[in-house]
């Protein structure tokens, strides 16, 4: 899941996504862009939002490893949980795997609870069935209750 609320989101989403095909794997497939607004105390601007599904040969470790590397590259700074951020960039599911250790949980523990994650993973995956809960992404999506307006974002 590709994000970001800062200038340029759209290009560096855009200049991400090069670098994961390039030092990840393939991106097989990208949802639309979705615009929401942030989350938590701090006022700032919408968020756009992206799904997009990647085949990777690398293990969960070293993927999360290149990750945190290319939100480095595009300017990532990690001042204030849910501040402004350039690029984020999450691993929401690894297959049907199920990882928790202290620097990676997948599935990532807010999936069923964030309208603007549910519903880009929609367009992709909708019949994915999440490993810990047991339940696809249309019914996480269905029983949300996030009530942050979703919509399609266009440039």
């Known amino acids: 899941m590709l994000g970001g609320n800062e200038e340029r ?3 560096v989403m855009n200049i991400a996504k090069v670098l994961i095909n390039q030092e990840v794997g393939k991106i097989f497939k990208a949802s ?6 942030a989350w938590g ?8 939002n992206q799904a997009i599904l990647v085949f990777s040969p ?11 590397s290319i939100e480095l590259q595009l300017g990532r700074k990690r001042i204030v949980k849910y501040g402004p951020r350039t690029i984020d960039i999450d691993i929401l599911f690894y ?9 990676l ?5 807010e999936i069923q609870n964030r309208k603007f994650v549910l519903l ?3 367009e992709l995956i909708p019949g994915l069935k999440h490993p ?8 996480l999506l269905h029983k949300c209750k996030d009530e942050l307006e979703v919509r399609k974002w266009k440039d």
């Not at 690398?58 to 945190?68: N, S, T």
């Not at 949980?105 to 523990?109: D, E, N, S, T």
């Open 41 to 48: 105390p701090i006022v700032q601007p919408d968020y756009l």
């Open 120 to 122: 880009p993973c929609m």
């Open 95 to 103: 297959g049907e795997e199920f990882i928790h250790t202290k620097d």
């Open 132 to 139: 810990v809960l047991s339940e696809t992404v249309r019914e």
């Open 105 to 109: 949980i997948v599935p990532h523990p």
């Open 58 to 68: 690398l293990p969960p470790r070293f993927l999360l490893k290149k990750i945190l």
């Open 9 to 11: 989101t759209f290009e």
């Open 32 to 37: 639309s862009v979705y615009q929401t607004a």
